[in-house]
Each structure stands twice: as C-alpha cells, then as structure tokens.
C-alpha cells in the first residue's frame, strides 16, 4: 500500500518569498505518479503539478516546480514569488500505475501568506 | 482535460434523510471516484465507479450507507443515506483520463442537523 506524508501542517511565508511545502511518499511500486493540488476555503480541488516516476527532469508549471528526489521518496513542492492567493489547503498525492488508478493524498498543509 | 459539473454545491440536511450528489462529465471517462472530506481532514476515497458494473468501496464505506450509479460514461452520482450529523463533510468526484488527469467537482458541502 502507498502512503503520503506531509510534516508541515500550517505556514506562514511572507508575500512574494518562496515556500517549499514537504512531502515524501512510500510505495513498492515502481511506476507511480505525484500530484499536488491546491484546496481554497471555497473546497475545489486544483490541479496544480505533477510528476511521473519515470521522469528524468523535475516538473515545472509556471511559479510551481516540484523537487523529486526519488532516492529519497520526497516530492517537494515548491512556489516561487508566492501571492496572497496563494494562501490555501495544499495536498500531495500519489498515484500507481499509469491509468485507473486511485489517488491517495496526504493530511495537507495549510499555507497563509503574509502581506 | 474534462471538466465536472457537482450539484448540490452546498446543502444542509435533516439526519435520518438522504441526499443524492450529480455529477456530469463533459466527456466521457471510464472511471469515476467519490471521495469525503470530513471537517479539518484530508480526502479519503469512497468508492470507485464503473460504468455498467458494481462500485468498488473502500474498507470503511458500505453500499447502503453510499449507493452509488453509473448509468453511462459521462454521469455519475453518490447518495448519502439515512443521514447523522457525522456525515457533515465536503463530498466530492473526479475522473480520472490517463496518468496525469485527475479532474474533481466543485464539491459538495453536507451540513447534517
């Protein structure tokens, strides 16, 4: 069975800084994928990153870029310059195989950005 | 990727009753997964939905407590029966369209009184 961590339950950065939110992932699987999604106080859930085991390079999209360390089994979020719409519920999850599969998120960290 | 469509997005509900989540996809998804959020937690799998077969529930969850249909490949919907104040917890879909696309609802916000 997969399992989530992530260590950080709140934050608080200040506005245009960078923040890196933890997470690190066991699993015996060797084909897997690492999301991240954002959860505002509204409760969608947003895509944000992902990041697939066989992956060579980190991902990256936009002011999100992930920090895979597969070694480790850490799969950091990173965001640069944050924003104050950045405060929110922030989720890893993993993922097994390459299609059908469900996710299993990790118990979230909650980011505030200070003005 | 698809985009989903929840309703109810919010409800409060007498305990003892039921409520019955929608949601459509607008395109057609071979899997679908119903997830709850309790208050302060993170998303615990429900059940994962087939189209013209039984779900698959996750230990914990039963089918007569969270009957679930999959009628075609784009509309799937969650009930949540006989309902207790414990049930009070954001329920949400999503799909899932290859290894990188998970897309969810809106959700739906359940307050049982």
């Known amino acids: 069975a997969q399992k989530i961590t992530q260590t950080q339950p709140g934050m608080f950065v200040q506005e245009k800084e960078a923040v890196t939110l933890d997470c690190t992932y066991d699993t015996s699987d060797p084909s897997y994928g690492l999301f991240w999604y954002k959860q505002p106080s509204s409760g969608e859930m947003i895509f944000l990153i992902y990041?697939?085991?066989?992956?060579?390079q980190n991902a990256t999209e936009g002011r999100y870029s992930l920090n895979f360390q597969k070694a480790r089994k850490s799969a950091n979020l990173v965001i640069s310059a944050s924003q104050l719409g950045d405060s929110a519920m922030y989720f890893c999850a993993i993922a097994h195989g390459f299609g059908n599969e469900k996710l299993t998120f990790g118990t979230g960290t909650r980011l505030t950005i200070i003005p | 990727s698809a985009v989903i469509s929840q309703k109810p997005s919010r409800d409060i509900c007498q305990r003892g009753t039921s409520l019955t989540i929608q949601c459509q996809v607008d395109s057609q998804v071979t899997m679908m997964f119903w997830y709850r959020q309790q208050p302060g937690q993170s998303l615990t799998l429900i059940a994962t939905a087939n189209q013209g077969s039984e779900a698959t529930y996750e230990s914990g969850f039963v089918i007569d407590k969270f009957p679930i249909s999959r009628p075609n490949l784009t509309f799937s919907t969650l009930t949540v029966s006989n309902m207790s104040p414990e049930d009070s917890s954001i329920y949400l879909c999503s799909d899932q369209t290859g290894s990188y696309g998970y897309t969810f609802g809106s959700g739906t916000r359940l307050t049982v009184v």
């Open positions: 990041q697939g085991s066989y992956d060579q």
